[in-house]
């Protein structure tokens, strides 16, 4: 696992869990920002975490890092929420461990009939981001956001993190 991570798990008022990324490293502006984001990755490669709701185990792969910079998904992200995906790589242990209400799917296509024999599972997650007040430098709120955490279940058994997608900043009145 990666050491100096500022990441924490809390429960909001509404009861729900999210995870709290206090630091922006990733500015996610230029390619070479999501080929930090890559290398940050591999450092996960061959960890797993297990899912607290359903006590599943979530292993990441070698072919984790270059999914989650450099997918089509990913590159059709735009400016707060390609930020956020690029920062939301520093709590992948804690996504994993607050991810709810799996839901699986079949796969269907071919690219992936070796890879995710058993199909796939999608997981909601939630995470914060800090937002910076440009005057003082403080924090001066935080935007959450809302996804879909993407497991393939492959011919081993075991279910790999493979992407986090639909990533949305939620409307709802940010954390003070």
């Not at 599943?56 to 930020?83: Q, W």
């Not at 839901?103 to 939630?126: F, L, M, Q, S």
């Amino acid at each position: 696992m990666i050491e100096n991570r500022n990441v924490n798990i809390i429960t909001d008022a509404d009861g729900k869990k999210l995870v709290l990324i206090n630091d922006i490293r990733f500015k996610a502006k230029v390619r070479d920002d999501w080929t930090a984001v890559e290398e940050y990755l591999k450092e996960y490669i061959g960890d797993f975490y297990e899912i607290e709701e359903t006590s599943e185990k979530i292993y990441i792969s070698a072919d984790f890092p270059d999914e989650y910079a450099s997918s089509e998904s990913r590159i059709a992200l735009k400016g707060a929420v390609a930020k956020a995906k690029a920062n939301a790589s520093q709590a992948v242990p804690e996504l994993i461990r607050i991810a709810t209400n799996p839901k699986h799917e079949a796969n269907r296509k071919e690219k992936h009939k070796t890879d995710a024999v058993y199909g796939w599972y999608r997981y909601n997650i939630r995470f914060a981001l800090p937002v910076y007040d440009d005057k003082t430098g403080k924090i001066a709120r935080h935007n959450i956001y809302s996804a879909s955490m993407l497991v393939r279940h492959a011919n081993d058994g075991r279910k790999y993190l493979y992407d986090i997608l639909a990533i949305k900043k939620e409307t709802s009145s940010p954390l003070e």
